[in-house]
């Protein structure tokens, strides 16, 4: 009997996302009715980002048709991580349900989906679509804590369809877009390595000088720039780069610590943006991952108001929930709402920094001063001066620190210091919440 393995594409992927030798196959002689299984899975390890479990679609069966025995596969992969705590990268590669086993592969695909929601925030979960992935295949894989695309792939619910990765990476659907798969598997790993094995395991904290960042904050430089100022160098993932362009969402590390950054570019916060940061705040305050917020925002965005003030709430209840350690830093202008929401330490943080050439108001600059001095306005005084003078005092961060909304203020040449050792201090933070099923809004 010849029980040699075939290396097709989906056997490659496995082999090219593990260390060489490492992949140990699940089920590897299961049979179904038709012959072949159209999965492989199995686990291994992954370099420095460890252990994790790993489903490869095989479209070289019976068109990866999920099959009863493809369901029967994966959820024993799922009981395994389950049981054992550890990540879960799915490579998702098939032409749909198989038609000819009817409500039986409907049936188990359901409970399939169930196992995968059982374990949404238990452990991390990353989705890899590799070809086609349509129908209740594109659901599960969106259930993923991040979902990553190649380019030319067909992701949709609703089959036939003529959008593209391109489009829903656009609006926020596709975490990470490549050319290639291999470059996927590459950004599947470099995610697997700044996430936790599981939502029970502790927060580390290498103190290793060697983690030098790309550069130095300064005053005046983008949200993504502030990011690469914080983080330990080559670290940083961006996710939904491709939406809401008013802030920056990412992975990183900050020496050896795996964070996550939302950085707001200084332009008002817009519906898609406050979706966006409610999007990494849920996926880091899951894992017990520290969220450093760059509250550099003008304000919430007055056009859609109802869109808005349902965007806002939502982010709002996401910060205000989130038990991970939250740290705010002042960068630019924190200006109303946006203030409160971001950096208000009523809310959200544990500790809000500003720098010293940051502006924090609970009005727009212009509307504070049209209120407080419209006297001195109707005398005549300019109203330029009267909105510097306006910053310097009321707007300024050190009168903020006064009363003790800001905790810190310091030039932004010291912000790496500044925000690894609070890191340190916010390692072992401890917080309990009232028991309930979930929120509401």
Known sequence: MDNSVEVTEARRRIEYL?????????DAFAKSADG?????????????AGFCYAISQDVSVNGGAISVAQCAKIKKVYKLAKKTGYPVITIYDSNGVKLTEGFEALSAYGNLVKKVTALSGVVPQIAVVA???VGTSALMANM???VIAVKDADFYVTAPSDVTVEESF???????M????????DAAKKVKALLPANNLEAVYFAADSSFAPAIQAADGITAAQTVEAIADASTVVELKAGYGKNVVTALGAVMGQPV???????KAVCPSCAYKAEAMIKLCD???IPIITVANADGLKKEKENQMLVAATKLTSAYASATSAKISLVTGRSIGAAYIILAGKGANADLTFAWDSAVASPLDVEAAVAFLYNDRLADGENRSELEKEYIDTVGSPFTAAACGAVDDVFPAQATREKIADALYMLSSKRETTIARKHSVK
């Open 260 to 266: 996550g950054f939302v950085a707001f570019d200084g």
């Open 18 to 26: 593990f260390d060489s030798g490492s992949f140990t196959e699940i």
């Open 170 to 176: 656009s609006a926020g659907t596709v975490d990470i």
């Open 178 to 185: 490549t050319d290639t798969v291999e470059e996927a598997l």
């Open 131 to 133: 070809g086609a992935c």
């Open 36 to 48: 072949e299984v159209e999965v492989i899975a199995g686990c291994g390890t992954i370099g420095e």
């Open 144 to 146: 993923a804590d991040v």
């Open 286 to 288: 899951a894992y017990n």
